[in-house]
């Protein structure tokens, strides 16, 4: 496959992964007629031509560098809601949210505009994937599978597979930026929640 | 996965990472200006000289805008634009023109919507600004808006070769230049030859409007750029990069405030850090500016002389190097009319060409000489 070849095609997959997860509904259990039909349903969805061109191009339109992590964080995703192995435990998603957290707020802010420094600039350097490396290093020391994910996502920093030759378009895109920022809201208010609780039984507790 | 494992896998990752920085992205470094040499006939440098004649005399469209010149190569002249029905209709098109023992020839259509849709693989809404990089090799380097989806805020850059002089341009490939869905990045103004390449002054107007550098290089005819910022937030735009020598150059910059002037930014780190940019004595309406410099140091301006409207256009010459302006011409001046994004350049004749939009249906350009730079400034009190 070219690398032309590639650049057409790369930006399908995570929209086909997030169209499949839809389809799948809110079901945990879905059936296995349901598990192949929803990824097939949404091949034929993104096919459906648009004043001549497929929908899945008008996505590529707005968005033609799906961060190489989106796209395994949702094909991670695909592949247990079909039955398939539980790839990421709790603590692996928590890792890749709060990574996306920190990342968005280092790069969105300054890169629009707030701040006379672009962080975006960072990565047409080594720094970006330094700083990847170190934290994948970490993860993967720990025992934190999206330490795995990251490993990819450096070897997209060194081979630059998609149209983009910027190091910070393999790590994250707007999509992955918002959910993880949502995510790590909801993991920290569920944590409020939670500590809150155990604080309220340990003071009842005492005498 | 056992620890060892992991550990041994941490390990290889730091020899690929390390290997990877030794070898280099090939991404460009922002590298050093290169001051283009004059050549100057003696007859052309020492009397005065003014011409102006429209570029696009034979062409008949409703809207044309953003033009610019370039020297080529030859020494030739080439002119690009585009234009159509209106601003943001999918009908404009980027038109190209040389110039031939002083004639321009009729312009030629070189980007249309359809064939960067067609290059590209995906839906556009229209074209826009187009500018023109004269390759050392004799190649033409095209880079030019096009807009995804609403108006400015929702453009993209994109890039084609021709080899053969324009007549024939390679296939269109998009710059990612943003990380929020690569939008709103623009082009405008002179590009500046580097060491290593070209130094494009692009600008970006999302939520903020502020002004950038593109640093480009290629090599075995693939294209490396990476951006850098010369100022943030929704301050000032359309910069236009004048080079003093390989490590110092100015910024002048359209204003985005309310202090309706034309600010002024330094740099003497070849444009990889720049002042606070300041407030000139030049008045400016949101209106495109361009400026050069001349060879005795002399800064030049191209601007509408108004804090509203764009119903003319002046000439302004500094010898402080920008800490004051003094007007030495006026260009056009009629309030029927709109004179708006000059765009400014001086050959290796040393003849100052500068292109404008002639009230948004022609193309004009106005030649003239240092001597007649001169003669203005003698004649003004």
């Given amino acids: ?207 | 996965m056992s620890f060892g494992a992991r550990i041994a896998l941490a390990l290889i990752l730091l020899v690929l990472v390390g290997g990877v920085l030794i070898i280099g992205n090939g991404a460009p470094v922002a590298s050093g200006f290169q001051i283009a040499s004059l050549n100057l006939p003696s007859a052309k440098a020492e009397k005065p000289f003014y011409q102006e004649e429209f570029i696009n005399a034979s062409q008949d469209l409703p809207f044309v805008h953003v033009a610019s010149v370039t020297e080529l190569v030859d020494h030739s002249l080439a002119a690009l634009w585009y234009g159509g029905p209106y601003e943001h209709s999918p009908e404009n098109q980027i038109y190209f023109s040389k110039e031939r023992d002083g004639i321009w020839l009729s312009p030629q259509i070189i980007m249309t919507t359809e064939q960067v849709e067609h290059d590209l693989n995906r839906p556009i809404k229209c074209l826009g600004n187009p500018l023109m990089l004269p390759n050392p090799d004799g190649t033409l380097r095209l880079l030019f808006v096009s807009i995804a989806m609403g108006k400015w805020s929702g453009s993209q850059l994109n890039t084609s070769l021709s080899k053969d002089g324009g007549t024939t341009w390679s296939r269109v490939e998009r710059l990612t230049l943003s990380p929020f869905f690569n939008l709103s990045e623009l082009v405008r103004n002179r590009p500046v030859r580097t060491t290593e390449g070209w130094c494009v002054p692009v600008y970006q107007e999302f939520l903020g409007k502020f002004p950038e550098l593109l640093w480009l290089s290629e090599r075995n005819g693939k294209i490396s750029y990476e951006k850098t910022r010369i100022a943030g937030g929704c301050s000032t735009l359309q910069p236009s990069l004048i080079p003093v020598d390989a490590r110092r150059a100015f910024v002048l910059l359209r204003d985005y405030t309310k202090t309706k002037r034309i600010f002024i930014s330094r740099s003497a780190d070849a444009g990889l850090s720049w002042s606070k940019p300041e407030a000139t004595n030049l008045p400016n309406p949101d209106s495109g500016i361009s400026g050069i410099r001349l060879p005795k140091g002399r800064l030049l301006v191209t601007f509408n002389d108004a804090t509203w409207g764009r119903s003319n256009l002046s000439v302004a010459l500094s010898i402080d190097e920008g800490r004051s302006w003094k007007r030495i011409a006026i260009l056009e001046n009629d309030n029927e009319k709109s004179f708006s994004y000059p765009y400014m350049m001086q050959a290796s004749d040393g003849v100052i060409h500068v292109t404008y939009s002639w009230d948004g249906r022609k193309v004009k350009e106005v030649t003239f000489n240092e001597a007649w730079v001169n003669e203005q400034e003698a004649k003004q009190p």
């Avoid at chain 1, 300054?110 to 700083?131: Q, T, V």
């Fill in chain 1, 1 to 207: 496959m070219s690398i032309d070849c590639f650049h057409y095609f790369y930006p399908a997959f995570a929209p086909w992964l997030a169209l499949s997860l839809l389809l799948l509904g809110r079901n945990p259990h879905p059936s296995r007629l349901r598990s192949i039909a929803s990824p097939l349903i949404a091949a034929g969805i993104l096919l459906i031509p648009l004043e001549h061109f497929p929908l899945v191009r008008w996505i590529a339109l707005l968005e033609s560098n799906p961060s190489i992590t989106l796209t395994l964080l949702l094909a991670i995703a695909l592949i247990a809601r079909v039955g398939g192995p539980r790839l990421f435990r709790s603590q692996d998603w928590r890792a890749a949210w709060l990574i996306g957290s920190m990342a968005s707020l280092v790069l969105y802010p300054a890169a629009l505009g707030l701040s006379p420094f672009d962080s975006y600039n960072l990565g047409w350097g080594p720094l970006l994937a330094i700083a990847t490396a170190a934290i994948t290093v970490v993860l993967l020391v720990i025992g934190n599978r999206f330490a795995y994910v990251l490993v990819l996502v450096l070897l997209g920093m060194i081979f630059h597979p998609m149209e983009s030759t910027n190091d910070w378009d393999c790590l994250i895109d707007a999509c992955y930026g918002i959910f993880s920022l949502i995510a790590t809201i909801l993991i920290v208010i569920s944590y409020k929640i939670s500590t809150g609780h155990s604080g309220n039984a340990r003071r009842k507790a005492l005498p």
